[in-house]
């Protein structure tokens, strides 16, 4: 009998574990998003409609931190280089 004891005791501890770290997660999650507001505010990404801004999220996260950047800032590169001289 001591065996089921300790398993019963070893399930209670680990559920206890879990619930910690489910709240200790959406502490970490709420700090997250409040990080992140910090950083889109006065970007301008701030003016886009929630969904447009999710849309672009998503798409950045797909692209990775490295391609996003090139992809966007190649285009506006592109577009500087092939300007009228005196437009730019």
């Known amino acids: 009998m001591p065996q089921n004891r300790s398993a019963i005791a070893a399930l209670q501890k680990l559920e206890a574990d879990r619930e910690a770290l489910d709240a ?3 502490e970490l999650e709420v700090q997250a998003a409040k ?5 889109i505010l006065g970007s301008g990404l701030e003016s886009f ?4 801004l999710r849309k672009v999220a998503e798409e950045l996260g797909k692209l990775g931190e490295d391609a996003a950047i090139e992809k966007l800032t190649a285009r506006g590169s592109t577009r500087t ?3 009228a001289p005196g437009t730019q």
């Open 35 to 39: 990080e992140l507001g910090e950083i």
């Open 81 to 83: 280089l092939n300007a």
């Open 49 to 52: 409609s929630r969904k447009g």
């Open 24 to 26: 200790k997660q959406r």
